[in-house]
């Protein structure tokens, strides 16, 4: 089956410490994105990728970064920098041009 | 001004009501308009595109008004599955793969 698929689902960590989210695709899309949700706001964009090994900030990109070397992959990780990373993140990816974003299950992050 | 508004709702309607909602704009050039479904601590997924012209999906239709800057959402013969929060996206510029969306209306059919 085609689709997105982000681990883990549920994910807690120390403050402090860095961690890292994975969003991997086989729809063979070109473009990857990086949300985040906090209750009752829409999503932010934090990251996208139009195609392998290039990627632009989005609105809310301090305190993280990502790399995107496979097509099928893009990787989130959650600096220490990041002031409030308690949050869901959801990854989505689109084959190209302004169509239909496809969403993956989600990571939702706790920062004790 | 944020770039897509919603009403937060919530709208409680009972099963068999019609139900309808608005989401407004702030860039005119924007080409392209979705909504989608989130339900409770789930992804969002498509419901379905905004076309220029209007479109009909089974009980839901969707509007478009370019002058007014805002798209509708109408669920006719409310289900109790379609309990859920409506997500409007918009597309920020022409040709701009980045998509805005708003925080959502959350509709609850109650039995």
């Known amino acids: 089956d085609g689709g997105i698929t982000q681990s883990p689902k549920y994910l807690f960590r120390k403050e402090g410490q860095n961690v890292t989210l994975s969003c991997e695709q086989n729809?063979?899309?070109?473009?990857m994105y990086w949300y985040r949700q906090d209750p009752g706001q829409g999503l932010r964009l934090i990251y996208y990728?139009?195609?392998?090994?290039?990627?632009q900030k989005g609105d809310i990109a301090e305190g993280y970064s990502v790399s995107r070397e496979k097509k099928e992959s893009f990787p989130l990780t959650v600096t220490s920098a990041q002031k409030n990373p308690t949050a869901f993140y959801l990854c989505?990816?689109?084959?190209?041009?302004?169509?239909?974003?496809?969403f993956g299950p989600g990571t939702r992050l706790t920062v004790l | 001004r944020k770039e897509v508004e919603q009403d937060p709702g919530p709208f409680n309607v009972p099963e068999g009501a019609t139900v309808a909602f608005n989401c407004t704009y702030s860039?005119?050039?924007?080409?392209?308009f979705f909504w989608y479904r989130q339900d409770c601590r789930k992804e969002p997924k498509l419901l379905m595109s905004?076309?220029?012209s209007g479109n009909e999906d089974g009980r839901f239709t969707a509007q478009l008004n370019r002058a007014s800057q805002y798209i509708s959402l109408l669920i006719r013969d409310s289900k109790l599955s379609d309990s859920a929060t409506y997500l409007c996206?918009?597309?920020?510029?022409?040709?701009?793969?980045?998509?805005?969306f708003g925080a959502g209306t959350t509709v609850t059919v109650r039995a």
């Open positions: 989505a990816s689109t084959p190209g041009g302004i169509n239909e974003q496809f």
């Open positions: 729809l063979n899309h070109d473009a």
């Open positions: 990728s139009q195609i392998v090994n290039d990627f």
């Open positions: 860039n005119s050039a924007s080409q392209s």
């Open positions: 905004v076309y220029s």
């Open positions: 996206v918009v597309n920020n510029l022409p040709n701009d793969y980045k998509l805005s």
